[in-house]
């Protein structure tokens, strides 16, 4: 079981900047491909990044490359999503998953935290 805690959110402006956080319980976490993904109301949830166990490979939505960074501190059980240059299409609540597949489908993550609320005013 992995417990997982997203923090960080906020209101911003067009073009301001967040780092979100998501702190897990499981000593294990370095174990395991951790990934963010978005929901917008009335919309699907959508991948936002996934960073691999051992920090080697990130994969990002066409949407949030070269404005987003995926990144990960084994040693604190945390990842972290700092978002640049940030635009009222990025306000949505954003959900921090962990699993075993390396993978940009919501479907195969196994865990989830609760979600944190960004939104981006224009």
């Known amino acids: 079981q992995v417990h997982l805690v997203e923090s960080g959110g906020g209101l911003v402006q067009a073009g301001g900047s967040l780092r979100l956080s998501c702190a897990a319980s499981r000593r294990t976490f370095s174990s395991v491909n951790m990934g963010w993904f978005r929901q917008a109301p009335g919309k699907e949830r959508e991948f936002v990044a996934v960073?691999?166990?051992?920090?080697?490979?990130?994969n990002y939505a066409d949407s949030v490359k070269g404005r987003f960074t995926i990144s990960r501190n084994n040693t604190k059980n945390t990842v972290y999503l700092q978002m640049n240059s940030l635009k009222p299409e990025d306000t949505a609540t954003y959900y921090c998953?962990?699993?075993?597949?390396?993978?940009?489908?919501?479907?195969?993550?196994?865990?989830w935290g609760q979600g944190t609320q960004v939104t981006v005013s224009s």
């Open positions: 960073i691999s166990w051992s920090e080697s490979s990130t």
């Open positions: 998953a962990a699993g075993a597949f390396w993978s940009t489908g919501a479907d195969r993550y196994a865990y």
